[in-house]
């Protein structure tokens, strides 16, 4: 069974740093990954989506990396600010027979973010 | 675009009370869609997938009397939870995917949040 494992549990830094969000998944065999934020009382945004034969993305101040092999993700986030405060999943799509996915999201427990001013 | 709409947004209601919830996507055709529940600080739980026009498949340990869940349409799928009670107080969430392919992104509704008194 696919266990996914966010560390750490919260976060609280300074504005400008940058920072590392770590994500580990127990079984390699993944279709994607992906990174989600959360903020309270609201649904999941998609911010960067890594298929398993990347190894990273970008978008904007925020690069995920993935190392299928040792079941790793991390997601680096750049000049942090206080508007990036918020819960951050990260969430793998198990490969399915055949190589496809039957779709279901295995998600961390997720990082609570603070970046105070 | 991929915008996937969630109403009613927080919904408050005695013991025994039937709930509706309702997930649309709003500028796609959703052919899955999923239905998840999240409690306080932990992470999102998966409770149904469901195709358009076809009876919704439960993970172990939901039941499928108490979480009635309708996909008529490529735009809109309902989950019902019957006779709620305390207990099924949480946050639920939905999910809704294009396409044909079971690796294709999952689009977030805001979540709905259920208070049973």
């Known amino acids: 069974k696919q266990e996914v494992t966010q560390i750490p549990a919260a976060l609280s830094v300074p504005e400008g740093e940058n920072l590392v969000l770590n994500c580990s998944f127990t079984d390699s065999a993944i279709y994607n990954l992906q990174w989600f934020r959360q903020d309270p009382g609201k649904g999941l945004t998609s911010l960067l989506l890594i298929q398993s034969s990347q190894r990273e993305q970008t978008s904007g101040r925020l690069n995920a990396s993935l190392d299928k092999s040792s079941g790793r993700s991390t997601l680096y986030i750049a000049a942090s600010q206080p508007g990036d405060s918020a819960t951050y999943l990260c969430?793998?799509?198990?490969?399915?027979?055949?190589?496809?996915?039957?779709?279901?999201?295995?998600f961390g427990q997720g990082t609570i973010l603070t970046v105070h001013p | 675009g991929a915008v996937v709409s969630q109403h009613p947004s927080w919904v408050i209601c005695k013991s025994g009370t039937s709930v509706k919830i309702e997930c649309r996507s709003l500028d796609f055709q959703a052919t899955t869609m999923f239905w998840y529940r999240q409690f306080p600080k932990q992470s999102l739980m998966l409770m149904a997938t469901s195709n358009e026009g076809s009876k919704a498949t439960y993970e172990q340990g939901v039941e499928k009397d108490k979480f009635l869940i309708n996909h008529a349409s490529l735009t809109l799928s309902t989950l019902t939870v019957t006779s709620a009670h305390p207990e099924d107080s949480s946050f639920y969430i939905c999910?809704?995917?294009?396409?044909?392919?079971?690796?294709?992104?999952?689009?977030f509704g805001d979540g709905t949040r259920l208070s049973i008194l």
């Open positions: 999910s809704a995917r294009g396409g044909q392919g079971a690796g294709q992104p999952q689009h």
């Open positions: 969430a793998v799509l198990p490969l399915g027979a055949g190589g496809t996915s039957y779709g279901k999201l295995t």
